[in-house]
C-alpha cells in the first residue's frame, strides 16, 4: 500500500465512523481513498459518472461512493455505499483523512541549498528547498525558485528562475522554464449557500523524462489520483493544465491552451494557440486541434477538428464558406 508522501494522512477509520448510519453489516476498515483503477482491497473509491463505467467494472475498492443508478456496475467484492450527492459525501471523506490539504500552507521546512547534499548541481542566487526533497545531478536551478518538501527532480533537468515546484515528481531531462508554478492545488470546491466547502486535493503532478514547459505555465495537482505529463511532451508559454489531467507522450501543445480537469489526451496530439479543452474528455492519439477551437466532446483517433465548437476540418471549411457567401 503505497503511501502519500504530500500530504499527512489519518486514519485507518471504521466504514460505521465515516458514514453515520451506514447499512453495511461488515466491520470495514478503510485505510485510504483512492480513484477506481488504482484502489486497492482496503482502500474506498467512487463512482458519480457513467463516464466511468469501465473502470468500474475492475475495481478492486472494498467500497464505493455512488448513486443508485450507478451502483449494479460495481463488482460484487465492491460494496456500494448509497449517497445523494457523490462528490459532496467524497469530499467530506477526503477531508476526514486528508484534512491539511483542502489549502496550500506554505513549507515552513525551506532551506538554502548546502553544497554537501548538492555537489553536482548548479543553484543560481536565492534559491529555497524543503525537508527531503531530491535533486538529480547536472540539474541546474534558476534564481529565486522554491522546491517544496518531498519533491523529486531528475538528472540534467533546467529548472528556470521564479519557479514553484510542491507536491510533484520530475523525470530525467526535463526543462521547466521560468515563472512555472507546478503542483498547486485545483480549482475545486463544493457551493454551498454560505461558505463553499473546499475540495482537498491529495494527488501529485507526474511529469516524464524529456517533457518541457514554458514560461508561465501552471500545471495543478491530482485531486485523487494524479496529473502526468508525457515523455517528451511539449508545452509552450501560459498553459493551463488542470487537476488528473492525462496528457500522452510526444505532444505539442501551442500558447495560452487551457485544459479543463480530468480530461484524457492520447499520444502524438497537436493543438494550437488558444484552444480550450473542456472537462472528462477523451482525445485520441494523433489528433491534430487547430487554434482558437472549443473542444467539448471526445474526439477519436487520427481525427483533425477546428472551430467552435471543434469539428472536422472539412465540415469546419465548408461551413465558413457557407458564411461568407451570406456576407
Known amino acids: 500500500m503505497s503511501k502519500n508522501i504530500f500530504f499527512e494522512q489519518k486514519g485507518p477509520f471504521l466504514l460505521h ?88 500552507i506554505p513549507d515552513a ?3 538554502k541549498p548546502t553544497k554537501s547534499k548538492h555537489s553536482k548541481v548548479r543553484f543560481g542566487n ?19 525558485t522554491i522546491i517544496e518538501h518531498d519533491v523529486v527532480i531528475g538528472k540534467d533537468c533546467i529548472i528556470g528562475s521564479h519557479v514553484v515546484l510542491k507536491n510533484s515528481i520530475i523525470g530525467n531531462e526535463v526543462i521547466i522554464q521560468d515563472g512555472c508554478k507546478i503542483g498547486l492545488k485545483g480549482f475545486g470546491f463544493i457551493p454551498l449557500k454560505d461558505k463553499n466547502l473546499r475540495f482537498p486535493h491529495i494527488g501529485k503532478v ?3 523524462d524529456n517533457a ?29 493544465v488542470a487537476h488528473n489531467m492525462k496528457i500522452g507522450n510526444n505532444c505539442m501543445i501551442a500558447g495560452q491552451v487551457g485544459f479543463g480537469g480530468s480530461s484524457i489526451i492520447g499520444d502524438n496530439v497537436s493543438i494550437g494557440g488558444q484552444v480550450g479543452i473542456s472537462g472528462h474528455l477523451k482525445i485520441g492519439n494523433n489528433v491534430k486541434i487547430g487554434g482558437g477551437s472549443g473542444v467539448v466532446k471526445d474526439i477519436s483517433d487520427g481525427a483533425i477538428v477546428m472551430g467552435y465548437p471543434a469539428v472536422p476540418l472539412k465540415e469546419f471549411i465548408k461551413r465558413s464558406k457557407k458564411w461568407w457567401m451570406i456576407q
Not at 20 to 32: E, L, P, Y
Not at 129 to 139: A, E, L
Not at 215 to 226: F, L, Q
Open 212 to 240: 518541457e514547459l514554458g514560461a508561465n505555465c501552471t500545471v495543478d495537482r491530482g485531486s485523487i489520483g494524479d496529473t502526468i505529463i508525457g515523455r517528451n511532451t511539449f508545452l509552450d508559454n501560459q498553459v493551463h
Open 126 to 144: 536565492n534559491v529555497f528547498i524543503g525537508k527531503n526533497s531530491k535533486i538529480g545531478k547536472n540539474t541546474i536551478i534558476g534564481s529565486n
Open 17 to 104: 465512523n465515516i458514514f453515520d448510519g451506514t447499512k453495511s453489516k461488515k466491520n470495514i476498515k478503510i485505510f485510504d481513498i483512492k480513484s477506481l483503477n488504482e484502489a486497492g482491497s482496503s482502500d474506498i473509491t467512487f463512482l458519480d459518472s457513467v463516464n466511468y463505467v469501465y473502470f468500474a467494472k475492475s475495481t478492486k475498492a472494498v467500497c464505493c461512493l455512488t448513486t443508485d443508478k450507478l451502483k449494479s456496475y460495481l463488482p460484487k467484492t465492491c460494496e456500494p455505499i448509497i449517497v445523494r450527492n457523490v462528490l459532496f459525501e467524497l469530499c467530506k471523506v477526503v477531508r476526514k483523512f486528508y484534512p491539511n490539504a483542502d489549502i496550500d
Open 109 to 111: 521546512s525551506l532551506k
Open 206 to 208: 507526474i511529469l516524464r
